[in-house]
């Protein structure tokens, strides 16, 4: 259900990018998907292949990149990968960080008649 409505949401941003391009064959999607983000690839993956022909081709192909969670630590600024839940900043050990990578479903590029690639389109 979730990985439903991140598609639809993913899909409608997709369609304007590509009417303000002046449309043609979607051919690639790239997102990147948070470990926060509580998207499980697979579903992501199956909700997208149910849902993209309703819009585009079936032809065109959604590229998931995983991305660990990143964080600041608010008090020494340091920054740092998150594993295993660990919120706690391994310089100074407080727990005041802020997850700044990591947490989101983002949409990172499209790609248009396999040549013509927009990058940069997160929101
Ligand atoms: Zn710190």
Redesign the pocket.
Known sequence: MHERSLIQSLLRQVEQIVAAEGGGQVAEIRVQVGDLSGVEPLLFQMAFDDMVTAVFSSECQLVLEMVPVTAV?S????QFEIVDFQFR?P????GS?QVIQGDKVKLISVTINSNHSIEGVAS
């Open positions: 630590c008090d020494c600024e340091h900043c310089a100074c050990q407080t960080v």
